[in-house]
């Protein structure tokens, strides 16, 4: 049904339940409309898709703004508005659905109130549904005419047909990085999916309304999806949720041992004489010494130059192509010199300028008659506050985030508007309120030798790229630092978070010596990482690391390990939508062997479970999943979960082993099972695994079991008598000993392994394993903490597996010591009432050179 509305301008012309099947068809058939009312000549229906073919008009929420090139506008001979209504949806760009199509015709800019009130309106999803299935024109064209965006109906937020309810379990919440994930893998589904925190609902195929959820570590939230493969889509939306569970943890786990280790006592370098002394927060360790260079707070003023809408709308969709361009180059470059883990901050960023919020804002604002440099920096400011007032300084950073990305489609909108500063020519140390983390990814380390920030935090993408960079760091400086005249001659130790100004020689001349003795030390653990970890006195510790793929396995031969100590094999479950095979299983294990050559390799089974979840197992729901069914609990349940890995693992023995090895010889892999607490436990797995061995004809395996829980350590005597190994846990020992969850961020500090009762556990497990000729290892932090290795080896531990770059460093700090000294300072932090009297040892004992020299502390 068509139907010409007389009392707009431009001409409104609507089309009900009109069923296009592709882009193209719907922008023909508007343009038709046009036609037909005289309003353009029909080759700007051409011009319509030319325009399509280099920008999606996709405005967000299901409406579609299709127009013609700019320089087509003779083709208009009146201006106008086509409606096509389209129940069914057509599909229009990237997994996104159109339902109202609204065709321009612009001859001037007389269409703008008419665009004001569209792009208020798509703010209403309510009333959007609403218009989407309706029978009557006028109530279309009242919503295009209405002066004011109509009111939301009221009401509690409402789920989608299939729904998924899920507690955030990273531990700094929901921030860019794994939400954009989450809108990657949901943009590539059909189905509309949301995501619901109590009252807020937010579109998951848009990153800043995730974002703005605010949603903390703790929080419930319902996932929520319906239309064309609803239940494939949320199947596929919770797994890459719930995927992302396990690396969230340990990059967490990681960023709290670096800051235990800079919040313990640091023999480091003190000043002798009185410098001014600048504090702020430790980001990046390392000492750096030189003059500041300060790069003032600029104030950027946008101009507002308000142009047609076309145009403008010609400028910004160039800008976000270049910035997306220069995104992705940035993104490939911080790859191969930094490693995929930074390089993940810029291709978040992508997600950010593509976000639909964004650019309807902008949009809004540029119908409302702003220029579009004015109206995209707005749109940037708005949303960037929004973010930094939700009280959550994860989310504040990534507003400096948005505010980065934002600089660059200013930049690339006019350069007119292109910020920066010059460096000077010496090598300096650079003070700044904030640094973008863009900015801070292409610094030199030869020309800026120090970073210090009045902002930020350590947790801010510009902290983790100094940190990776190696230039020493500190954030939260405070205005003070601004103050600080150009040229002034500083210290910056990025280990405390102190900046030194104005030392005096004899300072900076022992600052210089003690960095050179630090340097030196790290060059010589550098030399002599592929040296066994033997102590002065002769007892020597297996080195292995904790590796996931078969593609870390040459970085981490390179730092000086002897093997994989631990190879946690539920990332193979977890980043996927479905169960991996045997025969893929197989491929991985073989894979892993082949790259370590014949040095040995401990594999855990599958560990799901408490923080580990896995959406498309679909495990019921546990009110407390940490004390529930895991680990070994669940593969006891669930052998078609077990046996095929078991049946790929031996497989791969079997077919790694040499051919010329003798009958009996063991492959250099070794299983191990995690969450044992029993002794029936273990002897049900061991009859499990000779069963599947004896079918695939595999060599015999070693068959270790993690300690995990108190209950293992205790009776460790009387499990060494069915296992063959023993592998501690300690962050998971340390949260059950402790009764300290680890998600819970309020409680993570006192988590701390270094807890004589934790000791006090790995020390009977060490007692329990020497009963029966047993080896034990270790594969938790500690592990791979100078300091905590050498506890451990005094406690007798035999093995430690630990994050590649922490190698060289145990190595070196086990070959300075004797064990019958470290057994003392064991001994001795065994009997202290607390983990901070613990940690207070290594001070004590780098100071008096105790355990380190050959005498007992």
């Known amino acids: 049904m068509l139907a010409p ?21 719907a922008i023909r058939e508007a343009a038709q409309l046009l036609v037909a009312a005289g309003c353009i000549d029909p ?76 792009t208020r309106l798509i703010q209403d999803e309510a009333g959007l549904e609403r218009l989407r299935v309706t029978d009557r024109q006028e109530e279309i064209a009242a919503a295009l005419s209405a002066e004011a ?42 189905a509309r999916i949301q995501v619901r925190h109590g009252a807020q609902v937010a579109d998951a195929k848009n990153l800043i309304a995730l974002l703005q959820l605010g949603l903390r570590c703790g929080d419930a939230v319902v996932i929520s999806a319906e239309g064309e493969d609803e239940a494939g889509s949320l199947a596929r939306i919770c797994a890459a949720v719930t995927g992302l569970s396990a690396g969230e943890k340990a990059a967490a786990q990681r960023a709290a041992e670096a800051a235990a280790r800079a919040a313990g006592p640091v023999a480091g370098w003190n000043p002798a004489g009185s410098p001014r002394i600048l504090p702020g927060l430790p980001a990046s360790p390392g000492l750096a010494i030189g003059r500041v260079h300060v790069l003032k707070p600029a104030t ?110 200013l930049a690339a909108i006019d350069p007119a508007l292109r910020r920066g500063q010059a460096l000077p020519d010496e090598p300096c140390i650079l003070i700044a309120p904030d640094l973008a983390p863009s900015d801070t990814a292409g610094l030199d380390p030869a020309r800026v030798i120090g970073l210090a920030t009045a902002q930020g935090g350590p947790t801010s993408h510009t902290a983790i790229l100094a940190r990776t960079l190696g230039i020493p760091a500190l954030v939260a400086g405070g205005p003070g630092l601004l103050a600080l005249v150009d040229g002034t001659a500083a210290i910056l130790d990025g280990s405390t978070g102190r ?27 550098a030399r002599q990482r592929a040296e066994p970890a033997r102590t002065r006195d002769g007892r020597t510790l297996a080195i292995g690391a904790n590796v996931n793929t078969p593609e870390q396995v040459p970085f981490a031969l390179d730092q000086g390990a002897e093997g994989v100590g631990l190879m946690r094999t539920e990332f193979l479950f977890l980043e996927r939508g479905d169960t991996p095979g045997e025969d893929e299983q197989y491929e991985t294990y073989r894979a892993m062997l082949r790259a370590l050559d014949g040095r040995p390799l401990i594999v855990r ?34 052998p078609d979960l077990m046996e095929p890995q078991l049946r790929a693992l031996y497989r791969a023995a079997r077919d790694t082993l040499p051919s010329d090895a003798p009958g009996g010889k063991e492959a250099p892999l070794s299983i191990m099972m995690p969450m044992i607490t029993s002794v029936p436990e273990v002897l049900r797995l061991r009859e499990t695994c000779e069963r599947i061995r004896a079918e695939i004809g595999a060599p015999p395996v070693p068959l270790g079991i993690m300690i995990e829980v108190p209950a293992a350590a205790i009776q460790a005597d009387v499990l060494a008598r ?50 029966h000729g047993r080896f034990v290892g270790v594969c938790g932090g500690i592990a791979g903490d100078p300091f905590g290795a050498c506890l451990l080896a005094g406690l007798g531990v035999d093995e430690l597996s630990m994050t590649p770059r922490d190698v060289p460093g145990v190595k070196a700090r086990l070959r300075g ?25 290594e001070s004590a004992a780098v100071q008096g050179s105790a355990a380190f020299q050959g005498s007992a502390a």
């Not at 301008?9 to 193209?24: D, F, H, Q």
């Not at 995104?327 to 997600?351: P, S």
């Not at 529930?628 to 669940?634: E, F, M, P, S």
């Open 43 to 118: 080759a700007y229906g051409e011009s319509m898709l030319r325009r399509e073919g280099v920008a999606n008009t996709y405005l967000g929420h299901g409406v579609v703004i299709p127009h013609g090139m700019v320089d087509d506008r003779h083709l208009v001979h009146e201006s106008g508005l086509a409606v096509l209504q389209v129940p069914g949806g057509v599909p229009w760009h990237d997994g996104q659905t159109a339902h109202l199509v609204v065709a321009i015709a612009a001859q001037s800019d007389t269409h703008i109130t008419v665009l004001r009130r569209l």
């Open 817 to 841: 010591a004797d064990l019958a000294a470290l057994k003392a300072l064991a001994e001795r932090a065994c009997g202290l009432e607390d983990a901070a009297a613990v940690r207070a040892l």
């Open 722 to 771: 069915h296992c063959d190994f023993f592998s501690i846990g300690t962050n998971d020992l340390t949260q059950y000993a402790l009764a300290i969850d680890r998600q819970n961020t309020d409680l993570a500090p006192e988590a701390d392994s270094l807890h004589p009762a934790v000791l006090r556990l790995i020390r009977m497990t060490c007692e329990g394993a020497a009963r």
């Open 149 to 190: 965006a109509p009111s939301p109906a009221a009401g509690p937020a409402a789920d989608l047909r299939q729904r998924f309810d899920w507690t955030v379990d990273y531990p700094t919440g929901l921030h860019a990085r794994p939400a954009s994930h989450w809108v990657e893998t949901a943009r590539a589904c059909p």
């Open 499 to 525: 900046l030194y100004a104005e030392p005096d020689e004899a300072d900076r001349a022992a600052a210089e010596a003690w960095r050179a003795r630090q340097q030196e030390a790290a060059a010589a653990e």
């Open 605 to 638: 089974t599958l560990d799901i479970g408490g923080d580990k979840q896995v959406a498309h197992l679909h495990l019921p729901r546990e009110e407390n999943p940490f004390l529930g069914v895991r680990g070994a609990r669940l593969l006891l349940r669930r």
């Open 5 to 25: 509305t007389p009392t707009f301008s431009p001409r409104l012309l609507i089309r009900l339940g009109a069923s296009p099947a592709t882009k193209e068809a």
């Open 300 to 409: 950027l003023e946008v101009p507002d130059e308000p142009e047609p809408l076309t145009s403008g709308g010609d400028r910004l969709h160039a800008a976000l192509a270049t910035t997306a361009d220069q995104l992705k180059a940035l993104a490939d470059d911080t790859e191969r010199r930094l490693g995929k883990a930074d390089a993940g901050i810029f291709r978040a960023q992508g997600e950010l300028i593509a976000d639909t919020d964004l650019i309807t804002l902008v949009c809004q604002l540029m119908v409302e008659g702003h220029g579009v440099a004015h109206a995209w920096n707005q749109a940037v400011e708005r949303m960037a506050g929004q973010l930094s007032a939700l009280g959550n300084p994860v989310l504040a950073a990534r507003a400096a985030d948005l505010r980065d990305v934002g600089r660059r489609v």
